[in-house]
């Protein structure tokens, strides 16, 4: 033990150490960069689509073409605003602590204590975990939504696990 530490200070600091401590995130499979490519190609494509229209005098056509590139731009800014929303779990011995941000930026935060919180699934034979939900004193509130049913599974196990590890308490005598 450390002579500057007393007891009391190391088994709080025991008691607050998270067991687990997960951030989960939209899948986007598209970056910046391949947004900047994805985008030149279509404006380019675009540009040498309506020359021919504009050559031939049909130049309203050529707006339609601006029109879907606009289109396109805007989808993948809704797209990209919503990657800004994220959930995060931490598991401690004295507390479960859930906070939700949305893409608008607004948060939600759920506390818990572990000794009465627990962890229900839904789960279906052909898909598998379609949803899991954090359950405390008639309370509930569903996670790990931005998952696929696999990546889901693992999770809900990983989060079992460390509610199962907090109820037991902090594990004084490691370091």
């Known amino acids: 033990m450390d002579p500057g530490k007393s007891p009391v200070s190391d088994s709080a600091d025991a008691a607050r ?24 190609l279509v404006c380019l494509a ?20 601006g029109v879907d590139v606009l289109a396109l731009f805007i989808a ?11 959930e995060r779990i931490v598991v401690t011995p004295l507390e479960v602590l859930l906070r939700k941000v949305s893409h608008h930026g607004r948060e939600a935060v759920w506390r818990s204590n572990p000794a ?46 460390a509610l199962a590890s907090a109820r037991r308490g902090p594990d004084y005598g490691a370091t």
């Open 76 to 86: 993948f800014h809704v797209n990209f605003r919503h990657a800004r929303a994220f």
């Open 116 to 161: 009465w919180t627990r962890l229900e699934r839904q789960t279906d034979e052909d898909y598998g975990l379609l949803g899991l939900t954090l359950v405390s004193r008639g309370r509930s509130v569903a996670v790990a939504t931005a998952l696929s049913p696999q990546e889901r599974a693992g999770f809900a196990d990983a989060l079992g696990k």
């Open 17 to 40: 150490r998270p067991v687990f401590d997960a951030t989960i995130t939209p899948h986007r499979s598209l970056g910046r960069n391949g947004l900047r490519i994805v985008m030149t």
């Open 46 to 65: 675009s540009v040498i689509s309506s020359i021919p229209f504009v050559v031939l005098g049909a130049w309203p056509v050529a707006g339609f073409f």
